[in-house]
């Protein structure tokens, strides 16, 4: 196969483009819901509807797990792109805005007709964790046909959520991307998501894993429901021969990289106060992959994962509010 040509690129995400609507609520408000608390649990139109309702005061803000991933990865100076799906609507125009915003390429055309633009209410307990409902709206019409083979082809790391998996359509289009990214022998990047999306796709994510991933992104808990065990070591010991790097998050006891033969323990990154958990993944994964694609070592990307991370639960929103070049020039100095 001819090698691949420079990319114009460094990462290309599909994801579900979503509006997040945060709130602060009591356990029993939580508790009270058929959800699983620190999870993401799929809702309807109607139901999203009635949730709102009962909501208290929030924060409107333009979100989705890739879409985080590659704003914070914009912030550290990646090249940037993400393909995802929205209405022609008001929620639709502020997220094209806010990402477009950010540094990332955005040019997947809106719906003009169909479901609104998808939403999510994130509802932070006193705890910082942070349980989601989500109406997929108008993300579930991602379909093959959106997907740019160019802008593919011209990614070096295609990053996949494993959210997006729940659509048909959009699941379809992740099998496009894919086959075209191997194609090109570009880097396939996945996230696990949550353990609850594991749980409904687990034999799709292993396919995915055995044939297809180069990066692998997880949470301790993700990665042990993959392989159906409570045993860490075990479910390293079954990924490690599959993927180039397996980056896994612990939270407060820091992260586990295992790459290149080697295995490298990353502390959790210092915060003052835990606010919001929201997006600590999401931002892992941009610190982590804007260091690999500037080629840093595998220890530097989880340390720059760390510190995005960080510095996202440190406030409200998945979204960094801090200038992270300037942190990871004085914490993770290149």
């Known amino acids: 196969?001819?090698?691949?040509?420079?990319?114009?690129?460094?990462?290309?995400?599909?994801?579900?483009?979503?509006?997040?609507?945060?709130?602060?609520?009591?356990?029993?408000?939580?508790?009270?819901?058929?959800?699983?608390?620190?999870?993401?649990?799929?809702?309807?139109?109607?139901?999203?509807?009635?949730?709102?309702?009962?909501?208290?005061?929030?924060?409107?803000?333009?979100?989705?797990?890739?879409?985080?991933?590659?704003?914070?990865?914009?912030?550290?100076?990646?090249r940037t792109a993400f393909i995802g799906r929205v209405r022609d609507d008001q929620l639709g125009t502020v997220f094209t805005h806010d990402i477009r915003a950010a540094g990332v390429r955005f040019d997947t055309p809106p719906a003009a007709?169909?479901?609104?633009?998808?939403?999510?209410?994130?509802?932070?307990?006193?705890?910082?964790?942070?349980?989601?409902?989500?109406?997929?709206g108008a993300s579930i019409e991602l379909g093959p046909d959106d997907v740019d083979e160019a802008l593919v082809r011209e990614s070096a790391v295609l990053y996949l959520e494993g959210y997006l998996w729940d659509p048909s359509g959009a699941r379809e289009a992740m099998r496009r991307a894919i086959a075209v990214a191997r194609d090109e022998?570009?880097?396939?990047?996945?996230?696990?998501?949550?353990?609850?999306?594991?749980?409904?796709?687990?034999?799709?994510?292993?396919?995915?894993?055995?044939?297809?991933?180069?990066?692998?992104?997880?949470?301790?808990?993700?990665?042990?429901?993959?392989?159906?065990?409570?045993?860490?070591?075990?479910?390293?010991?079954?990924?490690?021969?599959?993927?180039?790097?397996?980056?896994?998050?612990?939270?407060?006891?820091?992260?586990?990289?295992?790459?290149?033969?080697?295995?490298?323990?990353?502390?959790?990154?210092?915060?003052?106060q835990v606010v919001d958990t929201t997006g600590a993944g999401d931002l892992f994964a941009a610190g982590f992959l804007a260091g690999w694609t500037q080629g840093r070592n595998l220890h530097d990307c989880g340390r720059m994962g760390a510190v995005a991370a960080a510095e996202v639960i440190s406030h409200i929103g998945a979204r960094p509010e801090a200038d992270l070049r300037a942190l990871m020039a004085e914490r993770v100095p290149a």
């Open 113 to 136: 007709d169909g479901p609104d633009t998808a939403v999510c209410m994130v509802m932070v307990t006193p705890d910082a964790h942070r349980t989601m409902c989500t109406h997929l």
């Open 185 to 272: 022998g570009r880097a396939v990047a996945l996230s696990l998501s949550d353990p609850f999306c594991v749980d409904r796709h687990r034999a799709d994510f292993l396919d995915l894993v055995d044939n297809d991933v180069d990066l692998l992104f997880a949470n301790e808990h993700e990665l042990t429901s993959l392989y159906g065990t409570d045993d860490l070591d075990r479910a390293f010991n079954e990924v490690m021969p599959l993927v180039k790097v397996a980056a896994v998050t612990r939270g407060e006891h820091g992260a586990v990289i295992v790459g290149d033969g080697e295995t490298h323990l990353v502390p959790a990154e210092p915060v003052a």
């Open 1 to 78: 196969m001819t090698p691949p040509g420079p990319p114009s690129i460094d990462i290309l995400a599909l994801g579900n483009a979503i509006v997040d609507v945060l709130s602060h609520v009591d356990d029993a408000v939580v508790d009270g819901l058929p959800v699983n608390k620190g999870g993401m649990t799929l809702i309807g139109a109607v139901e999203a509807q009635d949730l709102y309702g009962v909501l208290g005061p929030g924060i409107e803000c333009s979100g989705g797990s890739a879409a985080n991933t590659v704003v914070g990865a914009s912030m550290l100076g990646a």
